[in-house]
């Protein structure tokens, strides 16, 4: 098979897989984190939109070029923005297996450990990462997937050792997310530390190791925070490691162990630079887990907690799952094809079976320009066609985590203003403490939701502007309801 031909038979696989993960995996444009990234892009296409409470997304969208890159490229092609999110997110997700086939094409010199790398980090997109509150890649759009392809090439080149390009891809990563390109730059550098430690003299070599242990320490400090940060901090157990359950620490320490395998495995067989990778992904994993305790434990730096420094959990499980599948591949699958289904058929089978537990009410690919099946979203839809662009709404704060809510934001879809929720809101709040006062205020002011009266709606009204509510069935006497369904009704404050 002459080059060319091989590398179209690559790219043809990938493209395969890539759409192999979307229906595994799914596809959900407006859920999750997209209530935080996606309305700075609508704003940027339409900016008489949500003129109240922008703070709780351009807080997040001034710190990144994600919205801009998007906004222009549906200016440019005219591209309707739902059709461009999900190019993007096939095109980040695609790039992201061609990293993986980069980084693994370095570390094995075999095809079938190669390919069964790939498909093991394919079929295992959106497993948690330990308890981060992270997947591999989001099943949608937002900074974290093009950050996460970035990533991937930046530590290949740096294996490379052109380390122009991997600059080149670190700063990509670092244009669209303000925080995940600095877990592959500090491990890129010590990747490069540990090299010269290992060509320089012996005594030389005591100077090197130290840099390349206190380089990620290098933490601006956080400010003081008060009440209204507390309680936003409370509602993300996974910023503080002392809250993690056991089975998420064991999340932090099990990657040493197979590092350590891997590397003795790496060894005996003469690749260097898989061993190499392996003994630095072990230094980068227990430096940042030293890191965690100091901002973590001692109460005076428990506000650098926000800055989430085990998140660099993110790239080690990536490369980890990419050398599991790659060692299985080599030694266990080798060519015997019913070793493969039999495989990777169970994991495919398995996540798709816990993505459809997380969004029982919607479509496992919601395809753009379709009808969303769950009625929240249908609620949302009706809203974003049916109401002023100056409206502002008041919902259940607890809105995304309501069964069968499927945690769809209502500010990305319905393209309006709301109150402060707890749920996405409060993640901006972690981030940004100068803000919480103002979103703990909104918060109580709509609590206790369920205990809400005409009355209640009207003070919403008076003191913030919310002149339409969303509401469960059956609803709240008094309101004026324009839209209902089996789940909720629209319905105008008076």
Known sequence: MNPPRTERYKLALLLLLTFGALLVHGYHPFSEDAEIYLPGIEKL???SLFPVDQVFFKSHASMTLFPNFVAWFVRLTHIPLEF???????????????????????????????????MMVAGLLTIPVAGTALYIMDPYLNPRNLAAFAAIFAIARTVEGKYVRALLWLAFAASVHPLMWTYPFSFCLLFVLMQKY???????????????????????LAPHTGPAYDQAAKLHGYLY???????????????????????RIAHRRGWKITERLCRAFILYDLIYFVIALIVDLPARFEALARLQPLR?????????????GGLLGEYLLKNRAWLWIALFLPLAAGMFFVQRGLYPASAQVEWPGTQPRNPWAQAFLWAQHNTPQDAVFTLDPQYMVIPGEDEIGFRCLARRSRLADAIKDNG????????ADEWWAQVQAQSPWKNLRLSDFERLKQKYGADWAIVQQPGISGLDCKFQNSAVQVCRIP
């Open 312 to 324: 660099n959990l993110h790239v080690l499980y990536i490369v980890m799952f990419l050398m599991i």
């Open 198 to 220: 290992e060509e320089r003299p012996a005594p030389k070599k005591q100077s090197a190791l130290t840099v390349a242990c206190v380089l990620p320490l290098a933490i601006p």
């Open 241 to 263: 490691i002392q809250k993690w359950a056991w089975y998420e620490w064991l999340g932090i320490f099990a990657p040493i162990f197979l590092f350590w395998w891997f590397a």
């Open 45 to 47: 296409l339409h900016p």
């Open 428 to 435: 901006v709040v972690s981030m940004f403490p100068l803000i």
């Open 84 to 118: 461009t999110l999900f190019l993007w997110y096939l095109g980040a997700t695609f790039l992201f297996l061609l990293g993986c086939w980069d980084l693994a094409s370095l570390c094995f010199p075999s095809a079938r450990a190669r390919w069964a790398g790939v």
